[in-house]
């Protein structure tokens, strides 16, 4: 697998989600199964068959999880500037046609959450953004046109 870079937030994040997984989630699916087992005859139990896909989905994520971690690389903030955007830069853009400001903050694919502003570096915005520095204009192309956005700010 290839290394992964994560912020330290999002580092223990992920740590805290399969601590969670491993101690609580195992526990609790276990004990739906064996309700679920009692009720009769196991090929015709839904609620079995629904828990064991369940398992399943949790013991994927907990694989995920630790495959990520294992291969992680923490961001050190302190360790990059803020002359252009790099993973871990926080970033705010002016979109030139609707003059309206927003901000993203450029994290690795598993951290990114676009609710939360964490855009993907792999992401067309994110990998477009990436080496740019202030007052720059940026063209980015995505499936619904170009958009285009200068570099207001750069934090990390």
Same mark, same amino acid.
């Given at each position: 697998?290839?290394?992964?870079?994560?912020?330290?937030?999002?580092? @223990?994040?992920m740590t805290k @989600?399969?601590?969670?997984?491993?101690?609580?989630s195992r526990r609790?699916?276990?004990?739906? /199964?064996?309700?679920?087992?009692?009720?009769? %005859?196991?090929?015709?139990?839904?609620?079995?068959?629904?828990?064991?896909?369940?398992?399943?989905?949790?013991?994927?994520? /907990?694989?995920?999880?630790?495959?990520? &971690?294992?291969?992680?690389?923490?961001?050190?903030?302190? %360790? &990059?500037?803020? %002359?252009?955007? +790099?993973?871990?830069? $926080?970033? $705010?853009?002016?979109?030139?046609? #609707?003059?309206?400001?927003?901000?993203?903050?450029?994290?690795?694919?598993?951290?990114?959450? /676009? #609710?939360?502003?964490?855009? #993907?570096?792999? #992401?067309?915005?994110?990998?477009?953004?990436?080496?740019?520095?202030?007052?720059?204009?940026?063209?980015i192309k995505v499936?619904?046109?170009? +958009?285009?956005?200068?570099?207001?700010?750069?934090? $990390?």
């Open positions: 697998m290839k290394k992964v870079y994560l912020t330290q937030k999002g580092y @223990e994040d @989600e399969l601590e969670l997984l491993k101690k609580t609790e699916i276990a004990r739906e /199964i064996g309700k679920a087992r009692e009720l009769g %005859d196991l090929s015709e139990n839904a609620e079995y068959h629904a828990a064991k896909e369940q398992q399943a989905h949790i013991e994927r994520r /907990i694989r995920d999880l630790e495959t990520t &971690l294992s291969h992680a690389t923490i961001i050190e903030n302190a %360790d &990059l500037g803020v %002359d252009e955007i +790099l993973i871990g830069t $926080r970033v $705010r853009l002016k979109d030139m046609d #609707s003059d309206e400001d927003c901000e993203y903050y450029l994290v690795s694919e598993e951290e990114a959450d /676009i #609710s939360d502003g964490k855009i #993907s570096v792999t #992401s067309p915005v994110g990998a477009a953004l990436v080496g740019h520095k202030l007052n720059d204009t940026v063209n499936p619904a046109g170009t +958009l285009r956005y200068k570099v207001l700010k750069i934090t $990390r």
